[in-house]
Structure formats: structure tokens, C-alpha cells
């Protein structure tokens, strides 16, 4: 029954502490019992340390007094009061003596220490009795030399060999009894660590061999067994659940060993079935998720394209509104006759079909499965775009007081485009040189071809773009300075004239200066063309 009952880690743990505790309360005893003797020294000294120091003031402002005392007799005044202030410092230093001497009698408590500090207390008080004895003969001597009785510095010196025949002996002798307590202190405290020194180190070789045994007994095999468990359980956090504990004993903690090797034993069975379960789930994700992904990739193509598209067309279709408007307030403000009326509603039809042909777009894309804007590609002569732009813009130039000119240089371009896109791209840009040029002012169409490519380009007088906004006019939404300036677009206008132009395998670019350069203010868009190629006809007679 003791052999089992010992076998138990409770057990072994219990008394573990039980040592530790007691050792630890022998120990505390142990340096109670030295700090309070050590206390007491210490206070000893530190008293006599202080009793010394005022002792030393007190010889200091004597001396002090007496000078004053001389100067004073000598001097014609005869003013008493300059030693109030000698009399208050020298009485000063002997309150804090007192004071001294109580607290001192107080911690010793003990009848023998008492009657030690009352004898040195009687010696302190004739020391004071003999300055008060000098202090009133000094104020007397100058009470009768203002009367004009007796010499007054005689009398002071006399009375001050007298003071110091009776005052000189009895501070020697209060300084080396204090002395001889200091030194009886001190040698108090070595004599305590003499003795203490041989306990302390047999106090220490008790305890490590008490630890060393505790430790081989008790604690090594527990930390022992505690560190397998840990690196085991290190081992199947990494994954490798095949490891097993070495069980060996009887206790609590073989007994958590053993519970442990099954649940290892548990883990690595469920870890084989989790595996297995793992890669069949990860080959159905892999599958659904690249099915996922074409689906995403198609719906963001889609998505893309009509966004993109919606908002384009939707700003395309402020121009033809603008011109229909321009026209018929043009027509308006006049007075008309039938040929004006006539060329007004000819202008406004145009415009209303071209409206009309952007409401078809934007019902063919929305009912497309891409969402992507069809173009429809036919040989177009650039020269009959260009004209056709300047007649339905030229009631809004008159308007402004802006002229507006087509100038073809060489033979005249055919291009592969879609008629109405391009024409749309070409009065965007009309519409913004409008915009930006003041009354007065012209706006060139230059159209030409070289190098199997065909060009258009569109000039006008107006202020010109800033060189910092240039490389972002074709970003979508960005207005740069424009916005500052009144102008009401959206910044979309040339974003989708690049994406018309390039669309048709084009190019567009933009030139322009303005009047902080030191040259003529002015802006340039060019839109450069595959030429239509035409195709031979085989066989044709």
C-alpha cells in the first residue's frame, strides 16, 4: 500500500512543494532575523553619524556666534540684533540634537541604552547652558557700553575665554563618545557577518543537496516524461501522427501517455480518411472553379463591352441633339424664307435618323448575347464625311462667327469604314474645336493619303490644351483644364473616338500649343486610315 501510494504523482508533487516551502520559510525566517539584528546596528551607526554632524555644527556656529560677537563690541553701533541670527542657528542645531537623542532613546528601549543617552543628554545640556551663560553676558556687555559703563570688547573676550575653558572640553568629549559608538556598531556588524558566514554556506550545500535529491527523485523523471509528451505532440502538429511514447511506470502521467498514444492512434486513422475525402472534394473544386472562372471571364467581357458601349452612345447622342437644336434656333432667330426652312428641316432630318440609328444600336446591343457594337464596313470616301460634317455644323460656326473649311490634298481618299461611326467620330471633333474657338476664329478639315494610308485631320485657333493634359486627353473622363473653363462634356468624347478609330485599325493623335509657348495657340487631331485596297474581279472580261 506505501509502495503504491508513493508510486502517485499527486504524492510526489506534494512533497516537492512541501520542501520547497518549508525551505523557503526557513529561509525568510533566517533573513528576518538578520535584517532586523542588522537593522539595529545600522541605526546605531547611522545615529551616531548624525549626533557627529551636529556636534560639528554646533562647534561651526559657535564660532560663527563668537566672531559676530567681537565685531559687534567693536564696532560703533553696538547694534545687538545682528545676533539674533548666530543665537536662532547655533539654538537650531541643538533642538535637532535633542530630537536626535529622543529617537534614539526610543528604538534602543532597553534601560541600559537609556541611561546611556540620558548621561550624554546631561552633557549636551550644560554645553547649551554654557552658550546661553555666554549669550546673555554678551547682550549685557553691550547694554552697559551703550550706557557708557566698562569696556565692552574686554568684557566679550573674557567671557569668551570663560565659555570656551567649560565648552571646548565637554564637545571633545561628546565627539568621542559618539565616536566610540560608530565604532562599536560597525564592529557589531562584522562580528554579525562572521558569524553568519559559516550558516549561510552550510545553509546552501543543505539545499542543493536537498534539491539534487528532490530533483533525481521527483522532479527529473516528471520533466522527463513532460518533454516526450511535448516533442510527440510537436511531432503531430507537424502531421506526423505515426508517433508512439515509450510507457514506462505507474503514475498519473503514464497513464496520460498511454491516453495519448490512442488518440494518436485515432488521428492517424482519421487523417488517412480525411486525405482521401481531401483529394476527391479538391478535383470536384478544381472542376467547378475553372468552370466558374470561363463563366466570370465571359460575364466581365460582356459586362465590359456594355458598359463601355452604353456610356459611348450615350454621349454620341448629345451631337445630333446639339445640331437639331443649333438649327432650329438658328432658324429661329431670323426670319426665314421657304429655302431656309427648308435647309433647316433637311439638317434636323439628318440629324433625327442618325439619332434614330444610335436608339437602333443601343436596342441591338442590349438584345445581343456579346454586348459588343457591330460595325458595318463599306468603302466611304472621307472627302463626302468631311463635307457632310460641315454642312449640318456650318448653322452653329455661322452662329459663333467661326468659319470652317475642307482643304484635299492629292487624289481623294476611299477608306473601309462604317460611314455613320466614323462621321459621328469626325463631328465629336468638330464640335469640340467649336467649342474652344472664339468668334472670328476657322477650323480646317485636311484630308489626303500617303503611304497606302489615308489621313484626317481637324485644326482649329482656339487656346490649345496644356502640355500637362496632353497625355491624358484620350482617358476616359478626364477633362483637364476644359473643366475650369465651362465647358459642359463628360471627357468621353476622343475616349471613344480612339476606340472607333481603332476599332476600323486606325490611329488617332493630337498636337497642340498654346499661347505660353511663344507660338501661335492651336489644336491638331489627326485620325489616320487603312486606304480601301480595291479587289480585281478574276475573269471579268
Do not use: C
Not at 75 to 101: G, H, I, M, T, Y
Not at 204 to 232: D, E, F, M, N
Not at 376 to 386: D, K, M, R, T, Y
Request: hydrophobic share 45%; glycine share 8%.
Amino acid at each position: 500500500m506505501t509502495r503504491r501510494l508513493f508510486r502517485s504523482l499527486r504524492l510526489k508533487l506534494a512533497i516537492l512543494v512541501a520542501t520547497v516551502v518549508v525551505a523557503i520559510a526557513a529561509a525568510a525566517a533566517a533573513a528576518a532575523w538578520t535584517f532586523i539584528v542588522a537593522d539595529r546596528h545600522v541605526g546605531e551607526l547611522a545615529s551616531a553619524q548624525r549626533r557627529l554632524e551636529h556636534l560639528s555644527t554646533i562647534s561651526s556656529r559657535v564660532g560663527d556666534y563668537a566672531l559676530i560677537a567681537l565685531q559687534t563690541t567693536q564696532s560703533r553701533e553696538l547694534q545687538s540684533d545682528r545676533l539674533s541670527l548666530p543665537r536662532k542657528r547655533v539654538q537650531e542645531v541643538f533642538a535637532r540634537l535633542d530630537e536626535e537623542l529622543a529617537r534614539e532613546v526610543a528604538r534602543r528601549g532597553d534601560e541600559a541604552g537609556s541611561t546611556l543617552i540620558a548621561a550624554r543628554s546631561r552633557v549636551f545640556a550644560f554645553m547649551r547652558a554654557r552658550f546661553e551663560f555666554l549669550d546673555r553676558q554678551t547682550l549685557q556687555a553691550i547694554r552697559d557700553a551703550r550706557a557708557g559703563e566698562g569696556d565692552a570688547p574686554e568684557r566679550v573676550k573674557t567671557a569668551l575665554d570663560a565659555f570656551a575653558s567649560g565648552f571646548s572640553p565637554a564637545l571633545g568629549q561628546a565627539i568621542e563618545e559618539e565616536r566610540s559608538d560608530a565604532r562599536e556598531a560597525e564592529q557589531a556588524m562584522a562580528e554579525l557577518g562572521d558569524r553568519l558566514t559559516p550558516y549561510a554556506i552550510l545553509s546552501l550545500l543543505i539545499a542543493a543537496l536537498v534539491a539534487w535529491g528532490l530533483y533525481r527523485t521527483i522532479a527529473g523523471p516528471v520533466l522527463k516524461h513532460i518533454s516526450q509528451v511535448a516533442i510527440a505532440a510537436g511531432d503531430i502538429a507537424r502531421g506526423r501522427t505515426g508517433v508512439r511514447l515509450d510507457v514506462r511506470g505507474h503514475d498519473e502521467l503514464s497513464l496520460l501517455m498511454t491516453r495519448f498514444n490512442r488518440m494518436a492512434q485515432s488521428l492517424s486513422r482519421r487523417e488517412a480518411q480525411l486525405l482521401a475525402a481531401q483529394l476527391r472534394l479538391q478535383e470536384a473544386v478544381d472542376t467547378r472553379t475553372a468552370e466558374l472562372r470561363r463563366a466570370n471571364e465571359r460575364l466581365s467581357d460582356i459586362d465590359q463591352a456594355r458598359r463601355r458601349f452604353f456610356t459611348d452612345v450615350s454621349h454620341e447622342l448629345r451631337t445630333p441633339l446639339t445640331v437639331i437644336l443649333g438649327e432650329a434656333d438658328v432658324t429661329l432667330r431670323g426670319r426665314p424664307d421657304t429655302a431656309d426652312l427648308k435647309s433647316a428641316l433637311s439638317t434636323i432630318r439628318t440629324r433625327a435618323r442618325a439619332l434614330h440609328r444610335r436608339v437602333e444600336d443601343l436596342l441591338r446591343v442590349a438584345r445581343s448575347e456579346s454586348g459588343q457594337l457591330e460595325l458595318e464596313f463599306a468603302p466611304v470616301s472621307l472627302v463626302e464625311i468631311a463635307e457632310s460634317v460641315v454642312e449640318s455644323v456650318s448653322g452653329v460656326a455661322r452662329s459663333r462667327g467661326v468659319s470652317v473649311a475642307v482643304d484635299q490634298a492629292g487624289p481623294e481618299p476611299v477608306v473601309e469604314a462604317d460611314a455613320d461611326w466614323l462621321r459621328q467620330v469626325l463631328e465629336g471633333l468638330v464640335a469640340n474645336a467649336l467649342r474652344h474657338t472664339r468668334e472670328g476664329g476657322t477650323i480646317g478639315l485636311r484630308i489626303g493619303g500617303e503611304g497606302g494610308r489615308a489621313f484626317l485631320s481637324v485644326a482649329d485657333d482656339g487656346e490649345g490644351i496644356a502640355e500637362t493634359d496632353l497625355p491624358h486627353v484620350f482617358e476616359r473622363f478626364y477633362r483637364g483644364k476644359a473643366a475650369s473653363d465651362g465647358d459642359t462634356g463628360f471627357g468621353i468624347g476622343l475616349a471613344l473616338a480612339k476606340w472607333v478609330v481603332e476599332r476600323h485599325g486606325g490611329a488617332i493623335g493630337v498636337e497642340s500649343r498654346t499661347a505660353a509657348t511663344g507660338e501661335k495657340p492651336g489644336t491638331t487631331v489627326t485620325i489616320r486610315l487603312p486606304a480601301h485596297a480595291p479587289r480585281l474581279a478574276i475573269g471579268a472580261q
